[in-house]
């Protein structure tokens, strides 16, 4: 899908699960190209390093789309990849930088109106074993869980907000004055969060 070209302080991905069947990160890839940007946020889960290790999927797709984060790397866009369980192999790197991409488990974001948020991938708000059980069963009870965690934590450090990926659950929640927001994924739901030039942040379609 084509779409018009806009000019953003940021934009946040997450989940795009590259190395399985299911990633559709051509969608990534073409929305990238046709917008302008200042920061790229890479909110976790962006290569599957358990797809990966089980040989699941790779493609053309998949190769472009890292070249171009080299190529907005390269041209001045600061980049920032937070990683998420599925590609905790690339924990050991966190605090460098690889062709100007500087990898983490966490940052901080500041709007054009001044409000703080943290950003990470949001899987650090639950055991595995949780993750193992709620998920096969109770995925709302796991996701709810996980979103009243986030916003405890934002809470005490005294955040305006708190900006996850992890649950595949596209979503702006405001609660006891800290905003939760859920990037969404480049699986199901196609989605992606963006800051505009005054500082408002959205989710946004990448069909």
């Not at 989940?15 to 990238?32: K, N, W």
């Not at 709302?140 to 965690?149: P, S």
């Not at 800290?178 to 196609?190: K, R």
Request: a neutral charge; charged letters at 25%.
């Amino acid at each position: 899908m084509k779409h018009h070209r806009k000019q953003y302080r940021a934009i946040f991905l997450s989940d795009i699960h590259i190395g399985t069947e299911r990633s559709r990160v051509q969608y990534a890839l073409d929305f990238l190209k046709n917008q302008e940007f200042e920061h790229l946020y890479l909110v976790g889960d962006i290569i599957d390093g358990i797809a990966i290790k089980r040989k699941e999927s790779w493609n053309n797709k998949a190769n472009d789309f890292l070249k171009e984060l080299l190529n907005i790397a390269a041209s001045g866009i600061k980049i920032t990849y937070l990683t998420g369980n599925h590609d905790s192999f690339l924990e050991d790197f966190c605090g460098n930088s690889f062709g100007g991409i500087t990898l983490t488990d966490e940052a901080l974001h500041t709007t054009k109106d001044n409000k703080t948020y943290s950003v990470l991938h949001g899987h650090q708000f639950h055991s595995k074993l949780l993750h193992l059980i709620l998920l096969c069963k109770k995925v709302d009870r796991f996701r709810l869980g996980i979103e009243n965690k986030a916003i405890a934590y934002a809470e005490k450090k005294g955040l305006d907000g708190i900006i996850c990926g992890h649950t595949h659950d596209p979503k702006i929640r405001k609660q006891n004055n800290v905003t939760y927001i859920n990037t969404g994924d480049c699986v199901e739901n196609l989605t992606c969060l963006v800051e505009n030039q005054d500082g408002k942040l959205e989710l946004v379609k990448l069909d």
